[in-house]
C-alpha cells in the first residue's frame, strides 16, 4: 500500500493525472469498512486531509450554499445559516452513522462512494445540487442527479477529484425527508426518500430503492398534476415505475416498495384522506 | 451489612482504565498466531486438503486431525463431535486443520492458500424433514434427546373441554454479540500446558483437554482471562479453541493465540437454538386451563453440543407458571447440518416461555378475557404443581406480582388511552403487553448432585480472606457478590474480601458460571465455606472480641507457612428430590419469578415497532447488590428486545451468512425504552441470604411481553420471533388483504 500525501490542491491533482490508480481519501469511513480483509498490496491512496484550506470551506453565496469537499456531517449540523433554508441536509445528516462517523464523514464522500443507500446524497439532489469537477484538463459541473450512470458508477474521470458540491438557494415551501433503517442510529438504509416543493417544481429522490440514488420523475409529474390519493396502492402504482428496488440481506424489495409508497402516502404536504 | 449493599463492581475501575488485560492484550514472546482451515460446504466427505506449492509452508505450523495425542474427540455431553473433522464434514465452517506462524497478515494470507475438497453429501437444513436413510448422522434417527414429561391424563380432558385451543410458535437463533470475541493463549510453563483465555467453565476447558490429549489433569492449568460478555457463548465452545491452542503450541513449541474477529466469532460459533412450539390447551368456560399437550421440538445443529440440556430446561419451563392437573410436554431435539446450537442465556426457557405466553394471551382472545384476567385465574398458588409434580412452596405471590407490575405499567388506563389514540391516528398504533413467566435457579434436576461443587475461603497471613471458586466474572458481577457474600457471613467489609482468579492449579471445581447457578448454589457454599473457616478459627481460640481480621493474623502468627482454608462441598437437600428416567419430582431448587409489561408504538408507514415503555417486575430472593442485579435485567431486557424485533440470524447452507454487525442488528441505545426494574424479595431457604438465580430470567419474557402488545396494537396475530418490519408487513398484507 502506498500513500500520498499532497499539501495543495494543484499537487494533488497533478499526482491524480500522473496516476490514475490514485485512490483519494477524505474521511476515510467508507474506505476503511472491513479493511482487514481487503487486498491492499496494489492500493495507492491520495491523502486529501491536507488539503483543508481549499477544500474544507463552506459558504452561503448570493446564489448557493458551497460545500468544499472536506465539509463533513458536523460541519453541517453546526452551521446555523443551513438550517433556514437546507433543514434537509440538517436533518440526513444527524441520521448518519452515529456522532463518530458524522464528524468525520465528508459529503463530497459519500458522492464518491456512489452507494445507493447514501443518506446525503437524496437531500442534496432534491435541492438540485451540482457536483463541481476539477482536473488538470480544467473544471466542470455535473448536476447531481445525472451523476449516476450504473451501481457503483458516476461521471467522474479517474484523473478529477470532487472539489464541490453547490445547491442553489431558492424559495422552497416543502421540505421532508424520511430515512428507513434497521434501527434509530447506526444503520445503513432499507429504503429513504426526500421531497421538496419550491420554484423549480417538486423533487422526489429516493435511496436504496435502485442501483443508484434516483429521482423519481413519474411521482414528481404525479404532484405536480395535484394528484389525489385515496390509498398508498395508487401512490405505488405510479412510484414503481420509478424505481427497481431489490431483495438482499438487509430487506425485500416489497418492503422497498410498499414502504416509500406509504411514507408518501402519509407525508404531511401530500393531498389526500391521509391529511383530512 | 454488605448483601443488598451497592458495593460498587470489584473489577469496575480496572475495566474503566483500560488496565484489565483481555487475552488479545496478553503479550507474550514468540507467540504464534493460529487460524483454522474450515469446511466449504454443509456436509460431505474430505477428499483432500491441498496446500499450494506458491508458499513456503516450513515456515508454518499446521496440524490436522492425525496430530491428537487422545481421541478425535471434543468432550461435552457426548463425544460426537471431533476436534478436527478427519473424514466427514458435518457443517459449513467445520474445523478441519490449523495453522500457526509468527505473524497474524501472513498466517491471514496463507489461508487463502489452503484448499479442502470436499465430496458433497446431502445435507438436513430443516429438523422436520422426512428422513431417508442417507440423511441419518446420529443415532438411528438423528434425535439428540427426547424428553415426555406427564401429568394426569390430558387425552380424557380434551374430550369434554368447553374450549380447545391450538397454536404454534416459531423462534429464531439469537447470537451472542459479547464484546469480546473468542480467544485463546496456549504455552508450555513448569510441565504444564497453560490456557489462558475467554471462558465460562475453566474446568469444562480442562476436562476437554484431558481427554483430547489422554493425559492427567496435572498436565494442564487453565486460566481465566478477563472475560468480555459470555452469555453462554463462552459455555462449550472456548472448550474447542483451547484444545486447538493446545495442539499447535504442542507441535509448534511455542506459546500459539487464536483470537477471532468478528466476522468468524458470528459465522463459526454457536447461537441460542431454534425452535418449533406446538401448544394445544383445553379450557373451561370459566377460562381454567384443563389440560396442556406441548411439542417442543429444536434444531440441535450438527453435533449434540449441550442439546439435551437446552432441551431439559425448555421442556421443564413450558407449561409456564400455570397450575393444571392435566399436562403432557414430549421435546425433542434433532441433528442438522447448521452449526452447532449450544448455550444462550435463558438456556431454551425464552423459547418455550414464548410460546406459552403468546399462547395464553391466544387463549384470552377466544375466551373473550382480559389476558391479565386469564392470568390471574391461573397463576400458581401454594400447593399447586409444576408439570413435574414439583410443589410449588415459594411465599411468592404471583396475582400480586402481576398486579403489581400492571400498576406500575398504568395497565388499566394505558389500555383505554391506546384505543382512543388507535382510533384516531392514521397510521400509529400503540398496545400494552406483558407475560408472567419463572426460571429455575442452578443445574436443572439431579445436576447439582453430580457436579459436586467445592468451594474454598482461605485466611490469607495479613487477616483478609480469598474466596476461592471457579465462578467466572463475564462482566456480570461474579466476583464482587462473591465478596459481598463472604463478607457478610464472616462479619468484615468487602474490603477484607478478595476472590481468586479461576485458574484450576489453585481453586477447586465449583461447577460452570451457568444457569443462574452462581449466587444461589455457589453463593450458598461460599456461607458454608466461611462457616468452616470460622470453626477452626474458634476451635482454634476463644477470643472474644477479636476481630475476624485479628483472629485470622493470630493463626498465621502462631502456624508460620501454613494454610487456613474453610471448605464447602455441595451437598443435595434432603427436600429436594428428582426422578431422573420419569422427569418428575424438583427440577430446581428454587425458581425466581417475574412479570414484565411493554408498551410499544408501531409505525404502519414503516411497520417498525418500538418499545415505549417497559416494567420489569421480578421475584429473585434476597437482592444481594442491587445496581448489579438491575444491570443483570436492563441487559436482559435489551437482549430480549432484540431476539423478538431485530436479530434475524439469515442461514446459507446452514451457516450464519450475515456475519457482520452491519447486517446482524442488535438493538442501540436509540432503540431501546426506558427499563424500570423492581425487585420483590422473598428469601429462599437455598440461597446465601435467601438469594436466587437472575442471570437468565430477564431474556425469558421481553420476547412475549413485547410480541403481545404488538399484537394488542395491530390486531396481527404474531406467532414467529425475530419480527422484523418486513415479517409484520407481509402478516398485515396477509391478514388485510393489501398493502
Ligand atoms: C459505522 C458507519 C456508519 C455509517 N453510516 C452511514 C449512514 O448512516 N449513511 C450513509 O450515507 N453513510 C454511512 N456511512 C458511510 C460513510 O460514512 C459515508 O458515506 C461518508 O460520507 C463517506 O465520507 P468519507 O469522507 O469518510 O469518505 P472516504 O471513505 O474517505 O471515501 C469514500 C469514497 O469517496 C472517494 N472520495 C472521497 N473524497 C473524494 C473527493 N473529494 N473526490 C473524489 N473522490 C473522493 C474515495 O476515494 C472513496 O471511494 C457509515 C460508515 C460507517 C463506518
Redesign the pocket.
Given at each position: 500500500m502506498r500513500v500520498l500525501t499532497p499539501h495543495c490542491l494543484s499537487e494533488a491533482l497533478d499526482l491524480l493525472a500522473g496516476d490514475a490508480t490514485l485512490?483519494?481519501?477524505?474521511?476515510?469511513?467508507?474506505?476503511?469498512?472491513s479493511w482487514p480483509h481487503r487486498p491492499k498490496d496494489n492500493l495507492s491512496l491520495l491523502d486529501?486531509s491536507r488539503l483543508h484550506a481549499e477544500?474544507a470551506p463552506m459558504r452561503m453565496t448570493d446564489g448557493h450554499l458551497e460545500l468544499g469537499?472536506l465539509t463533513t456531517y458536523w460541519d453541517v449540523i453546526t452551521y446555523a445559516p443551513i438550517a433556514g433554508e437546507f433543514p434537509l441536509l440538517i436533518d440526513a445528516a444527524r441520521?448518519?452513522?452515529a456522532i463518530q462517523?458524522q464528524t468525520?464523514?465528508?459529503?463530497?464522500?459519500?458522492v464518491?462512494?456512489a452507494?445507493p443507500?447514501?443518506?446525503?446524497v437524496p437531500v442534496m439532489i432534491a435541492y438540485d445540487a451540482e457536483v463541481v469537477l476539477g482536473s488538470r484538463r480544467g473544471r466542470r459541473t455535473v448536476p447531481l442527479c445525472d451523476y449516476y450512470t450504473g451501481y457503483k458508477q458516476t461521471r467522474?474521470a479517474a484523473d478529477e477529484?470532487?472539489l464541490a458540491i453547490r445547491l442553489p438557494r431558492q424559495r422552497r415551501d416543502v421540505h421532508w425527508f424520511h430515512k428507513v433503517g434497521a434501527r434509530q442510529a447506526?444503520?445503513?438504509?432499507k429504503v429513504g426518500v426526500a421531497v421538496v416543493h419550491g420554484e423549480a417544481g417538486w423533487r422526489v429522490v429516493a435511496n436504496s430503492v435502485a442501483p443508484f440514488v434516483c429521482r423519481c420523475r413519474n411521482m414528481e409529474a404525479a404532484l405536480e398534476s395535484g394528484l389525489h390519493p385515496t390509498g398508498p396502492e395508487e401512490l405505488r402504482a405510479i412510484v414503481v415505475r420509478d424505481i427497481s428496488p431489490i431483495d438482499d440481506l438487509r430487506s425485500t424489495a416489497d418492503y422497498r416498495l410498499n414502504v416509500l409508497a406509504r411514507l408518501l402516502y402519509f407525508a404531511p404536504f401530500m393531498p389526500g384522506p391521509a391529511n383530512a | 451489612m454488605s448483601i443488598g449493599a451497592d458495593i460498587p463492581r470489584l473489577d469496575g475501575a480496572a475495566k474503566l482504565l483500560g488496565t484489565a488485560a483481555f487475552v488479545d492484550d496478553e503479550r507474550i514472546a514468540g507467540v504464534l498466531h493460529g487460524v483454522t482451515i474450515r469446511s466449504p460446504v454443509a456436509r460431505g466427505r474430505i477428499r483432500a486438503i491441498r496446500f499450494d506449492p506458491s508458499i513456503d509452508w516450513s515456515q508454518f505450523t499446521i496440524v490436522d486431525h492425525r496430530d491428537l495425542p487422545g481421541p478425535n474427540q471434543l468432550r461435552l455431553i457426548d463425544v460426537d463431535m471431533p476436534v478436527l473433522a478427519a473424514t466427514e464434514v458435518r457443517y459449513k465452517h467445520e474445523p478441519i486443520a490449523l495453522i500457526a506462524h509468527r505473524s497474524p497478515r501472513a498466517v491471514r494470507e496463507a489461508l487463502h492458500a489452503v484448499h479442502v475438497d470436499v465430496d458433497p453429501l446431502p445435507p438436513v437444513f430443516d429438523p422436520r424433514t422426512p428422513l431417508t436413510p442417507e440423511l441419518i448422522q446420529y443415532g438411528a434417527d438423528n434425535v439428540f434427546k427426547r424428553i415426555d414429561i406427564r401429568k394426569g391424563d390430558p387425552a380424557a380432558v380434551f374430550a369434554s373441554a368447553a374450549y380447545v385451543i391450538e397454536g404454534e410458535y416459531v423462534t429464531g437463533a439469537q447470537e451472542h454479540v459479547y464484546l469480546e470475541t473468542n480467544g485463546m493463549l496456549a504455552f508450555h510453563a513448569d510441565n504444564r500446558l497453560v490456557v489462558r483465555g475467554s471462558m465460562q467453565c475453566p474446568y469444562y476447558v480442562l476436562d476437554a483437554l484431558t481427554h483430547a490429549f489422554a493425559r492427567p489433569r496435572d498436565a494442564f492449568r487453565v486460566v481465566q482471562t478477563p472475560v468480555g460478555g459470555g452469555f453462554g457463548g463462552k459455555e462449550d465452545f472456548p472448550s474447542l479453541l483451547a484444545v486447538h491452542a493446545a495442539l499447535l503450541a504442542e507441535k509448534a513449541g511455542r506459546p500459539v493465540k487464536f483470537v477471532y474477529d468478528r466476522q468468524e466469532d458470528m459465522a463459526v460459533t454457536p447461537k441460542r437454538h431454534p425452535a418449533r412450539i406446538r401448544h394445544r390447551t383445553a379450557a373451561d368456560r370459566d377460562g381454567r386451563l384443563l389440560a396442556m399437550e406441548v411439542s417442543v421440538l429444536m434444531d440441535g445443529g450438527a453435533y449434540v453440543t449441550l442439546s439435551p440440556v437446552v432441551l431439559s430446561r425448555g421442556t421443564i419451563h413450558a407449561a409456564g407458571p400455570y397450575r393444571c392437573e392435566h399436562i403432557h410436554i414430549h421435546g425433542e431435539t434433532r441433528l442438522t447440518n447448521s452449526t452447532p446450537y449450544g448455550a444462550f442465556r435463558g438456556f431454551g426457557a425464552p423459547q418455550t416461555l414464548f410460546a406459552i405466553e403468546r399462547h395464553m394471551d391466544v387463549i384470552a382472545d377466544r375466551l373473550g378475557l382480559d389476558p391479565a384476567e386469564l392470568r390471574r385465574r391461573n397463576l400458581l398458588k401454594p400447593g399447586d404443581t409444576l408439570a413435574t409434580g414439583q410443589v410449588f412452596r415459594d411465599d411468592t405471590d404471583l396475582v400480586a406480582l402481576l398486579d403489581n407490575a400492571l400498576m406500575h405499567a398504568d395497565y388499566t388506563k394505558k389500555k383505554s388511552e391506546h384505543a382512543g389514540f388507535n382510533a384516531q391516528h392514521g397510521y400509529m398504533r400503540r398496545g400494552i403487553g406483558f407475560a408472567c413467566f419463572q426460571h429455575g435457579s442452578g443445574f436443572t434436576g439431579a445436576g447439582e448432585t453430580y457436579l459436586a461443587s467445592e468451594v474454598w475461603v482461605e485466611g490469607l497471613p495479613d487477616g483478609r480472606v480469598e474466596v476461592q471458586t471457579a465462578q467466572t466474572d463475564m462482566g456480570q458481577g461474579t466476583t464482587t457478590i462473591l465478596a459481598q457474600i463472604a463478607a457478610d457471613r464472616l462479619g468484615v467489609s468487602t474490603d477484607a474480601v478478595c476472590v481468586a482468579q479461576p485458574d484450576t492449579s489453585r481453586v477447586p471445581n465449583s461447577g460452570p458460571t451457568v444457569a443462574s447457578r452462581t449466587a444461589m448454589v455457589v453463593g450458598r457454599l461460599v456461607e458454608q465455606a466461611c462457616d468452616d473457616l470460622a470453626a477452626q478459627l474458634g476451635a482454634f481460640a476463644a477470643q472474644g472480641t477479636a476481630s475476624p481480621g485479628e483472629r485470622i493474623r493470630d493463626w498465621h502468627a502462631r502456624r508460620p507457612g501454613t494454610t487456613l482454608r474453610g471448605r464447602a462441598r455441595y451437598v443435595k437437600p434432603d427436600t429436594i428430590q428428582w426422578d431422573e428416567k420419569h422427569y418428575r419430582g424438583d427440577a430446581y431448587a428454587g425458581f425466581a419469578w417475574a412479570v414484565h409489561v411493554a408498551e410499544v408504538e408501531v409505525d404502519l408507514r414503516t411497520f417498525a415497532t418500538r418499545v415505549t415503555d417497559y416494567v420489569a417486575l421480578q421475584e429473585i430472593g434476597r437482592v444481594v447488590n442491587p445496581t448489579l442485579a438491575r444491570g443483570q435485567v436492563q441487559g436482559g431486557v435489551a437482549q430480549g428486545i432484540g431476539w423478538a424485533l431485530y436479530e434475524k440470524v439469515a442461514l446459507e447452507d446452514g451457516a450464519m451468512k450475515n456475519a457482520q454487525m452491519t447486517n446482524y442488528i442488535i438493538p442501540g441505545c436509540a432503540d431501546l425504552p426506558p427499563i424500570r426494574v423492581f425487585f420483590d424479595e422473598q428469601p429462599s431457604p437455598y440461597g446465601p441470604r435467601g438469594a436466587k438465580g437472575i442471570g437468565e430470567l430477564p431474556i425469558d419474557g421481553p420476547a412475549p411481553a413485547v410480541i403481545n402488545a404488538v399484537c394488542r396494537a395491530t390486531r396481527a396475530v404474531v406467532r414467529e420471533i425475530p419480527m422484523t418490519p418486513e415479517d409484520l408487513m407481509e402478516l398485515h398484507s396477509r391478514q388485510h388483504g393489501r398493502h
Open positions: 485512490t483519494p481519501v477524505a474521511g476515510g469511513t467508507d474506505l476503511l469498512v486529501l477544500l469537499a441520521q448518519v452513522g462517523i468525520r464523514g465528508t459529503w463530497a464522500g459519500n464518491a462512494n452507494s443507500a447514501a443518506d446525503g467522474r477529484l470532487i447506526q444503520a445503513i438504509t | -
